[in-house]
């Protein structure tokens, strides 16, 4: 198109050439028909496990903490594990929405939505974690500063990772879940003209706030869109970086790390690519949208988590030789223990499931088939999943004096919860692929439209760009 | 105020650039264009000023950096000074995640609310389609009707000319 050479194609991200109307039907379809039988089992496992996490939960409330297998030597375990597990899951939706549109990507089109909607069910799950690991959820509220407060004048430490925490991840969740509603307005707007329900129109109406199409109002859309991409991209980069600061700037030796934030960050955006994979994977199959999310997007983000992947490898690299060369005995046999000690398993998933497995999409054999990317797509998450187990347990478990040692051994009410978390998530994204609009009908659209060759740019038309000011 | 205008669909983006690049041409004032997407190229062609949103978002984003510095700086050096590792109280790196975390914050907010508050959208609007089709595959352009008789014939030519499937007359608020 534009700036190409001679002889070299667009990519095409829609296979075939539906019309218009084709696109929006084919986009509502999985909101008017009935779901496949598919769907249906997928919503019963979601549904009891988001049961299981509140009958875990309101036990974990109840008696407190100690339920989980946290001890003096191990304070922070599955939870904080699971905290940081979720919030990277959401980095890779921030990335399409956001900095794929800077970098105006078009194959991020077909996918942001669905990958936005991911980063707030994440989110939501992250933020569950801290809450009850408080024990006393009630009192969440001392986390913000607040005045009039009942401790005197005593304010929140802003010099505290924790702190900045707070601030950081409820930013996140607010800009995430405003950027992700503002992208809805248009095809709430054609659902609202499509529907015939007396109370789907009414919502749908509601929710698309008397959006006209008009111009006027399209282009000052695109500006702001534009906008909230620029201030997502260096938020999500910050967001990620701050949680890697909660480890960094403590003493403790395999958290004391300076490569903590890059690191981080890679590992949140592959560990999201992995879940963008699994659930693309799923919803093209059960809801019919091959022509949407094509081969193409499914190889695209397997190149994406073949190049996070090696990030994340390098850093572990990284951090062994600094182990070595720094020559600080104590960093040393942490990474010795990492390597042999009692959690080693842990460690050796993590390097198959994060430095090994991603290698394999250099072949374009495996990119392109379903079922390996598939496969690959879960194993990256249970190897992100380890990641953070590793990081934060083993650091823990064995720190400093041989008197402050000791094991962790997870309880059932810590799988429970961990599984939990897994049920919320996919009920309310279940629930979203069923309800709302999960392909952004009018970004396809205009795609669709340049890629038939409607290139609507000025001075390549048929008026050769001598528009009358 | 009622006015009368006229109501042209296209099924194809090049006609309707080509339809309101004419219109604009012969002097015909162009309301607005209506479509399931944005057009690129239609900014110009309309004659459409660059939003001063981006404006909007600067100065929320300087409201929210100076609230952070100032609500950090207050209760951590004025209010209630903590040793914490014995840092000085004004340990301004350790305040700059915050103050980057608020200064997005207030400026996303601030910029989606102007938008919002300048295009007039709101929860429970009337919404005001001129062709129920719009938000599904159906381009429009709107123009005012010229007041005398010619022009108006005129009009109606050089959008059926440019390929419009249809043009009617109507009457709205505008």
Not at chain 1, 175 to 197: E, Y
Not at chain 1, 241 to 248: C, R, T
Not at chain 1, 421 to 435: C, N, P
Not at chain 2, 79 to 105: H, M, Q, R
Request: glycine share 8%; with cysteine; hydrophobic share 50%.
């Amino acid at each position: 198109m534009d700036n190409l050479p001679e002889g070299v194609t667009e990519p095409r991200w829609i296979a075939g050439s539906p019309t218009l109307k084709q696109i929006t039907a084919d986009i509502a379809a999985p909101m008017e028909g009935r779901p496949g039988k598919l769907w249906y089992v997928c919503f019963v496992f979601a549904a009891l496990g988001l049961l299981d996490l509140l009958g875990m939960a309101t036990y974990l409330i109840a008696k407190g903490i100690g339920v989980w297998g946290l001890n003096n030597s191990v304070g922070w375990a599955f939870d904080i594990t699971n905290f940081v597990f979720w919030i990277g899951i959401g980095h890779a939706g921030t990335l399409i929405s956001a900095i794929l549109l800077l970098f105006r990507q078009k194959w991020r089109t077909s996918i942001n939505r669905s990958a936005e909607a991911m980063t707030i069910f994440a989110v939501m799950c992250a933020g569950l974690f801290p809450l009850l690991h408080m024990g006393r959820p009630w009192d969440a509220f001392f986390i913000f500063p607040y005045f009039p407060n009942q401790h005197g004048p005593l304010w929140v430490n802003f010099r505290s990772p924790l702190v900045w925490d707070v601030f950081a991840i409820s930013t996140y969740f607010t800009i995430s879940l405003v950027f992700w509603f503002l992208g809805l307005i248009p095809d709430l707007a054609t659902m609202r003209d499509r529907s015939i329900g007396k109370i789907k129109k009414l919502v749908f109406g509601v929710l698309s706030l008397g959006w006209n199409g008009s111009h006027r109002t399209w282009a000052r859309y695109e500006v702001v869109s534009l906008i909230l991409a620029g201030l997502a991209t260096p938020l999500v980069l910050s967001v990620h970086s701050i949680v890697s600061m909660d480890f960094a700037t403590s003493l403790l030796p395999g958290w004391h790390t300076t490569i903590f934030p890059p690191y981080f960050v890679a590992g949140a955006i592959y560990s999201g690519f992995g879940m963008v994979l699994t659930l693309l994977i799923l919803t093209r199959q059960t809801m019919n949208l091959q022509r949407y999310i094509t081969m193409r997007h499914l190889d695209s983000m397997a190149k994406v988590l073949l190049l996070t992947g090696s990030i994340v490898s390098f850093a572990y690299a990284t951090e062994f030789f600094a182990a070595w060369y720094g020559g600080n005995i104590y960093e040393r046999y942490h990474f010795i223990n990492r390597a042999t000690g009692p959690y080693a398993f842990g460690f050796y998933l993590m390097v198959l499931c994060n430095a090994i497995a991603p290698q394999l999409f250099w072949f374009k054999k495996i990119r392109n088939n379903v079922a390996i990317l598939f496969v690959i797509s879960i194993l990256v998450n249970i190897g992100m999943w380890f990641e953070r187990f590793v990081i934060i347990v083993v650091s823990l478990h064995r720190a400093f004096l041989p008197s402050g040692w000791g094991m962790f051994y997870p309880t059932l009410i810590d799988f429970g919860i961990l599984v939990g978390s897994f049920g919320l998530f996919f009920t309310l994204f279940l629930l979203f692929i069923r309800f709302m609009p999960m392909i952004a009908a009018w970004e396809v659209k205009a795609v669709a439209v340049e890629q038939a060759g409607h290139g609507a740019d000025p001075g390549h038309g048929a008026e050769g760009g001598s528009h009358a000011g | 105020m009622r006015a009368k205008i006229l109501v042209a669909s296209f099924a194809q983006v090049e006609d309707l650039l080509r339809a309101v690049r004419k219109a604009r041409r012969e002097l015909f004032r162009v309301y607005d264009v209506f479509a399931p997407f944005p057009i690129h190229g239609l900014d110009e062609a309309m004659g459409i000023r660059r939003t001063r949103l981006p404006y909007v978002t600067l100065i929320a984003g300087l409201t929210g950096l100076a609230t952070a510095l100032t609500l950090q700086f207050y209760t951590n050096v004025l209010d209630w000074p903590l040793n914490v590792g014995g840092k000085p109280d004004n340990s301004l790196l350790a305040f700059i995640p915050i103050s980057f975390e608020l200064t997005v914050l207030f400026a996303g907010l601030t910029t989606v609310g102007a938008f919002l508050l300048r295009a007039r959208l709101y929860p429970g609007k009337a919404v005001w389609l001129v062709n129920p089709a719009i938000t599904d595959d159906t381009f429009v352009v709107v123009l005012r009707k010229p007041s005398d008789d010619e022009s108006h014939q005129r009009a109606v030519a050089l959008l059926k000319e440019s390929g419009a499937a249809s043009v009617t007359e109507s009457e709205a608020n505008l």
